[in-house]
């Protein structure tokens, strides 16, 4: 969810003064996809969808977004192609992503809220990494430095920016709503004493 804000935030198609109304449902097709709250959560800011985890606002959000803006801001997040990270038997999930061609509105909804699409773990942490970082994207890796049996340093792995994603003023206030969601949202039992969260 914060993807899709951020990207709307990013291409101007959401302003942070909308606001999205929450009956609980999308119909697609005659069917319905719910929202956490099947009541709904009636008027909904953006920053309010992300403390609720509001499907259906988020859903709404995808609408104005649109297909070509949503599935550029996944590339730009990384998702699809190899990060290249310093571990064997990393996937490339390219294959695995919408395009242009075979997106339905269903899946842009549904992706809008985080489902169904396909990501690594390391795609995933990379991208969200950008979001609270000031919005650069770092070369992912697990190792900090290599050192031989007697410790000596044979060479170090420093930190390589690759691109940014977002930009400062849209992570800033990413942040500022991820902060509130766990302090009054849905990820209150994420906080951990003594640490900002």
């Known amino acids: 969810k914060p993807f899709t804000v951020s990207c709307g935030l990013e291409t101007g ?15 697609f097709a005659g069917s319905p ?11 909904e800011t953006v920053e309010k969808s992300l403390m609720d985890s509001c499907n259906d606002a988020l859903m709404q959000m995808s609408y104005r977004i649109g297909a070509e803006n949503f599935l550029e801001y996944q590339s730009i997040f990384g998702f699809g192609p ?12 390219t294959a695995l992503m919408y395009t242009l061609d075979n997106i339905r509105s269903v899946d ?13 773990m390391i795609q995933m942490i990379s991208a969200f990494s950008s979001l609270v970082n000031g919005g650069t994207y770092y070369q992912p890796h697990i190792v900090r430095k290599i ?20 930009s400062e003023s849209t992570c800033e206030t990413i942040k500022g709503y991820m902060e509130r969601t766990v302090a009054e949202g849905t990820a209150k039992t994420a906080k951990v004493d003594g640490y900002s969260m």
Do not use: W
């Open 13 to 27: 198609t959401i302003t942070e003064d909308m606001t999205f109304n929450c009956d609980g449902k999308e119909i």
């Open 33 to 43: 996809i719910h929202c956490v709250n099947r009541n709904g959560h009636g008027l």
């Open 82 to 93: 190899k990060t290249g990270i310093d571990l064997p038997g990393e996937a490339n999930t």
């Open 108 to 120: 842009l909804a549904t992706n809008s809220f985080g489902q169904n699409y396909n990501c690594t």
């Open 147 to 166: 050192t031989d049996a007697k410790g000596n340093t044979i060479s170090t792995i420093d930190a390589t920016a690759v691109k940014q994603t977002i």
